[in-house]
């Protein structure tokens, strides 16, 4: 009887055991990511960045800045957004595109990755990483405005789920760099492990639409 009751005794705080398990890794998942210094990137009003998917969409941010997996080092300041394969990928940004990789298939550890590049006005690079295989709607050489698709998105190279990576460098490529969303109106405009965004951007033509219309 005395055994039996311990083992009901145990089970009676195994739930407040777990929520406090749950409670301290998230607390500790909180204190060591996200950015080091907020003043290293533009308030958001300031930042000519809008989120890589179309207006109205939301999606998860998986993986934001200075993560646990992965997005320390170099790639400090990338993200990762979970979204389902096939799903439109806008520019964030406006710029002529540069590169495109999109031969590849499949996911792994180091598997070969497929990704499409844009440079902006100021020779900053911006970098769309996870692109299905022939997912590309652009070609090198071409300008693309803020909020067009460029591509779909997938679940290629060095990835454990469908998602679009992100990131910002600078033009000789030797560091990413700090960016805010102007459409993510909370957290600085930047975004954060593990919550849900809505896309702000404006397809092309939309502001011209608008002022025309009666």
Excluded at 125 to 144: A, P, Q, T
Aim: with cysteine; charged share 20%; proline share 8%.
């Amino acid at each position: 009887m005395i055994v039996q009751h311990m083992k009901l005794k145990r089970l009676k705080y195994a739930p407040i055991v777990l929520l406090a398990f749950v409670a301290a890794v998230a607390a500790a998942h909180w204190l060591t990511t996200g950015p080091r210094d907020l003043k290293q990137f533009p308030p958001p009003d300031a930042s000519p960045y809008r989120l890589p998917f179309p207006a109205g969409k939301t999606f998860w941010c998986v993986q934001g800045n200075r993560d646990w997996v992965s997005h320390r080092g170099w790639g400090e300041f990338a993200y990762d957004f979970a979204m389902p394969v096939g799903s439109d990928v806008c520019a964030a940004r406006a710029g002529e595109v540069v590169r495109v990789v999109v031969e590849h298939d499949g996911h792994g550890y180091k598997w070969p990755n497929n990704l499409i590049a844009v440079r902006h006005e100021d020779g900053t690079l911006g970098y769309y990483l996870h692109i299905r295989k022939g997912g590309n709607r652009v070609s090198v050489g071409d300008v693309v405005a803020q909020g067009q698709p460029i591509a779909a998105s997938g679940h290629v190279g060095n990835s454990s789920m469908p998602h679009l990576h992100f990131h910002v460098t600078d033009p000789e490529r030797k560091r990413t760099l700090p960016v805010s969303f102007a459409d993510v109106r909370r957290d600085s405009g930047i975004p954060r492990t593990l919550k849900r965004y809505a896309s702000g951007s404006v397809l092309p033509g939309a502001l011209e639409a608008a002022k025309v219309a009666p």
